[in-house]
């Protein structure tokens, strides 16, 4: 892969970025007059939704286009299609002047593999290339309790048919499996074992989860075979080693041999509309790496599914809904939405060491389903800056959907609302405050006393007035709300959802991957036999 920087792309860049509203004007006009390009089916975005989308239309013999916003990341041979923690550069970043994890550094303004969404009140981590959020999470494919599932979702969805179909169907494609007890056993990934040696202590249940990483790749890290990668904390920006089994691996590639499924990176989707007896207009721009805008599109479809995550697609929607091309949107379009209840909690004054910033990405698991402020699960998660003698890991619990989006009409943009200070939103750190001072107070002896902080999301904010950063958004086009509980979009035939903004805010105090893959299988039948 070449890699190239220049002043005057970070110029033309910059100078694109903030002409927006006129870039975006000037596109319109240029679509109108434009002669559009069709084809049966489009699919916006490439993360776990749309991945599923694609394939099971490819199988079904359905031409489809899948519009990316992003670039491909293959993995190379030299081990470097990633930039690292310690040398970070433009791939860092979708579009940014800055790393948008951990301390930020500046870079070259580039289509790098993650993007920071600022909004009101949260800040939002989303995946940008060809497999989407795959690429930067951290693989943990947790599969809700049924208990919980009930708490968040409508009992009409049968939790059986996902945990006897859906959940295997994906659980066989991605290739999860456990943490290997051999790799659980080296220097690595202590920090991992001392988690679930501590909730054990503390007679709080704890097991492995499953992942969705190759372990005999993890080995060759371990072996000095590849690029340490997973086992020194690495995971946001991606994994050199190619151990992390994303949907450009597994899904993507088998849509594409069907021969039905074109894939087209690059064309980030700007508005859609219907078209009466034809089904939808989808406008895109073709962009390069540097983000310059070098055509535009419109494209017609017969059946368009949104896949663009739930920022990207809630966005789409409320924009069509207020500017009226999509104007039979019901009202429940933008709402119920929530960052999946994540908290970040940092344990210190433990004994030495702790290995915290190896041993990623993960592989612990906690679940304190009983506490009396809710429900919570906890997960190891490395930290690759972290000082010894902590541990790091993320909390999920089922927050409030008080989330919402509005457009806004100076601007033609669309901005979500997040109400940070309200109660039902600190209410977050109290349940995990609980479960961790239980652990502290359990661990804690003569020489050493544990003590836990706590704060939203998964980002330490740059300052008490910053925002909490969440990588798990989600809502915003709500099953049963603004679709029906197979994603078929009301009042719009043809028309359908399958990515997180399917899912009312949390995915029952799980990380949400595994579920929204399960649901887009779900759904993918039920619409295959309906347009087949």
């Not at 670039?71 to 948008?100: H, K």
């Not at 966005?315 to 999946?340: D, F, P």
């Not at 805010?505 to 347009?531: H, K, Q, V, W, Y």
């Amino acid at each position: 892969m070449v890699y190239k920087f220049s002043g005057r792309r970070r110029f033309l860049q910059t100078t694109a970025l903030f002409s927006a509203s006129l870039a975006a004007s000037i596109a319109r006009t240029r679509f109108v007059s434009a002669s559009d390009e069709s084809v049966e089916a489009i699919v916006v975005g490439s993360g776990f939704g749309g991945a599923v989308a694609a394939l099971r239309l490819g199988k079904a013999g359905i031409k489809t286009l899948v519009l990316e916003r992003g670039r491909r990341w293959p993995i190379t041979s030299a081990q470097n299609t990633f930039a690292t923690y310690r040398n970070p550069d433009g791939r860092s970043a979708w579009l940014n002047p800055t790393t948008v994890v951990y301390d930020p550094v500046p870079i070259d303004v580039y289509t790098g593999i993650l993007e920071r969404l600022d909004e009101n009140g949260i800040s939002v981590l989303c995946g940008a290339g060809v497999g989407g959020g795959s690429l930067v999470y951290n693989g943990m494919m947790y599969q809700p309790s049924r208990e919980l599932f009930y708490r968040v979702f409508p009992h009409s969805i049968d939790y059986d048919e996902l945990d006897k179909i859906y959940f295997p169907r994906v659980r066989s494609i991605v290739k999860l499996a456990l943490l290997p007890q051999d790799i659980l056993a080296t220097s690595y990934y202590l920090s991992t074992r001392i988690f679930l040696e501590q909730a054990t202590v503390a007679g709080l249940p704890n097991r492995l989860i499953d992942m969705a990483l190759d372990w005999n790749i993890i080995r060759q890290e371990i072996n000095g075979e590849k690029v340490p990668s997973a086992i020194i904390g690495e995971d946001w920006t991606g994994l050199n080693s190619g151990a992390k089994n994303s949907l450009d691996k597994n899904y993507l590639p088998q849509a594409e041999q069907t021969g039905n499924v074109e894939i087209m990176p690059l064309h980030i989707v700007t508005e859609i509309t219907e078209v009466t007896g034809h089904g939808y207009r989808v406008f895109c721009n073709q962009i390069n790496e540097s983000g310059q805008i070098i055509n535009s599109k419109s494209i017609t479809c017969r059946y368009l599914f949104l896949a663009a995550g739930s920022m990207g697609t809630s966005k789409l929607l409320v924009k069509a809904k207020a500017t009226g091309t999509l104007s039979r949107l019901n009202n429940y379009v933008g709402q119920g939405w929530a960052g999946n209840g994540d908290n970040l909690g940092s344990r210190s004054g433990l004994a030495k060491p702790t290995n915290p910033g190896q041993g990623g990405t993960g592989s612990g698991l906690i679940e304190h389903f009983d506490n009396p402020l809710g429900p919570i699960s906890l997960e190891s998660y490395a930290t690759w800056n972290a000082p010894d003698g902590t541990l790091t890991s993320l909390g999920m619990v089922i927050p409030e959907t008080s989330g919402s989006f509005e457009y806004n009409w100076a601007t033609d943009s669309v901005k979500l609302n997040w109400p940070s200070e309200s109660l039902a939103v600190k209410k977050i750190l109290h349940t995990a405050a609980f479960t961790y001072n239980i652990l502290d107070r359990k661990n804690a002896n003569s020489t050493h006393h544990p003590q836990t902080e706590t704060i939203l999301g998964m980002q330490r904010p740059k300052s008490k007035a910053s925002a909490a950063t969440t990588p798990h958004p989600l809502g915003g086009a709500v099953l049963g709300k603004v679709c029906d509980l197979y994603g078929r979009v009301i009042n719009y035939q043809g028309l359908y959802i399958v990515d997180g903004s399917l899912i009312p805010g949390s995915s029952a105090c799980a990380n949400p991957a595994f579920t929204i893959a399960a649901l887009a299988e779900r759904c993918m039948d039920r619409i295959i036999a309906d347009i087949s």
